[in-house]
C-alpha cells in the first residue's frame, strides 16, 4: 500500500480534464457539484491556453488544462457522490447535460449517469443503505453465458452504458465554441 502523504485537497487519486473550454467545464462543475477554485494554483502556458486548474469538491481536488489544438478529445469518466440525486441532476441539465441513465436503485443506492456539455461522463450516486446480499449464492445463479440482466433495473443500467459509450469517442458539437453555464 502506498503511504505517501496527500496534501489537503487531494485524495490518493486526482482526475485531470484536459478539455476544450476548461473554464466553462470549471464553472459547469462548481455550479452543479459546488466546490472551490484553489486560485493560486492556476497557471497560464506561454500560448496562453490554461496549462493547470484546480478546482475540489468534497475533499478531492480535479485538475483542468485547455487541451491544444494538436492534442486529442479526452472524454473523462468519473464516479461523484451528492446529498440531493434529483436536485444535481435537475440542476445540472439546466446547464445543457444530457441524461444517460435515469435514478436507478443500485443495491441500495440511488445511481445516475449524465454527459456534461464536454463530453465527460458522470456516474452520480445518493448513498443509501446496502442490501444485505448473499454474494456467493448470487454468483451461482448467474448463467455466465446469459447476456441478459434478470433485475430489470441492471437490465437498463448495463443497457443506457452500452449505448451511451460510443458517443464518448466523439467531440461535442459546437466544440471550438466557450460554453460557459
Not at 5 to 21: K, R
Not at 64 to 77: I, N, S, V, Y
Amino acid at each position: 500500500m502506498n503511504t505517501t502523504a496527500t496534501p489537503a485537497g487531494f485524495s490518493t487519486l486526482n482526475p485531470f480534464f484536459i478539455t476544450h473550454d476548461a473554464d466553462g467545464l470549471i464553472a459547469f462543475l462548481r455550479e452543479v457539484f459546488g466546490g472551490e477554485e484553489h486560485l493560486d494554483a492556476r497557471t497560464v502556458d506561454f500560448d496562453g491556453l490554461l496549462l493547470h486548474a484546480e478546482l475540489e469538491i468534497g475533499g478531492t481536488t480535479l485538475m483542468f488544462a485547455e487541451r491544444k489544438p494538436d492534442w486529442p478529445f479526452l472524454p473523462q469518466l468519473s464516479q461523484i457522490y451528492v446529498d440531493d440525486l434529483e436536485r444535481v441532476l435537475a440542476h445540472a441539465m439546466k446547464h445543457g447535460a444530457r441524461l444517460i441513465t435515469r435514478p436507478t436503485d443500485f443495491f441500495g443506492t440511488v445511481f445516475s449517469r449524465m454527459i456534461d456539455p464536454w463530453g465527460n461522463m458522470w456516474w452520480v450516486y445518493q448513498h443509501g443503505e446496502a442490501p444485505d446480499v448473499d454474494w456467493d449464492s448470487a454468483e451461482a445463479e448467474t448463467d455466465s453465458d446469459s447476456t441478459e440482466w434478470s433485475d430489470p433495473d441492471l437490465a437498463y443500467i448495463h443497457r443506457t452504458l452500452v449505448e451511451a459509450m460510443p458517443s464518448l469517442g466523439t467531440e461535442p458539437e459546437g466544440e471550438r465554441e466557450p460554453r460557459h453555464p
